[in-house]
């Protein structure tokens, strides 16, 4: 939840995708980028695995875990009236789910079916809730 793209990064391009978040305002510290991210969840994972997996395949080895990220980041986005708090949160879970696609090759620990279902229903009702 503590996920934060807006501003450009030095050397960012001028194009629509670094521009969608610029205007959205800081939220309260601490915050990161993606990258800064994904960095940490990629250390992680090679500093408690002796055969580097990504902390999504580790996470997918309780189905439910993947369940509960999935809902708590749902539920915060729905809980939420403020739009600059949502696009963030949307954000969240859009880099939770990239994550999740790169892994469901491997089957998500049985729950595939379910985060694809998961993934389409999500979608599908923000974009009728807009």
Known sequence: MTLYEGGRAEG????????????????NPPYF?????K????????????NPKSLVAILSKTPI??????LAVCEKAAETSNSYERHRILLMYHLFV????????????????FVLRDIIY????????R
């Open 122 to 129: 999500t979608l599908i009702h923000h974009v009728n809730g």
């Open 39 to 50: 960095a940490t969840m990629d250390y992680l994972s090679k500093c408690h695995s002796a």
């Open 98 to 113: 990239s994550l999740l696609l790169r892994e469901v090759k491997d089957g998500l620990g049985g729950a595939w079916a």
């Open 12 to 27: 960012d391009r001028g194009d629509l995708k670094h521009f969608i978040g610029e205007l959205d305002p800081a939220p």
């Open 33 to 37: 980028s993606s990258h800064v991210i």
């Open 65 to 70: 875990s993947i369940q509960r990220i999935l």
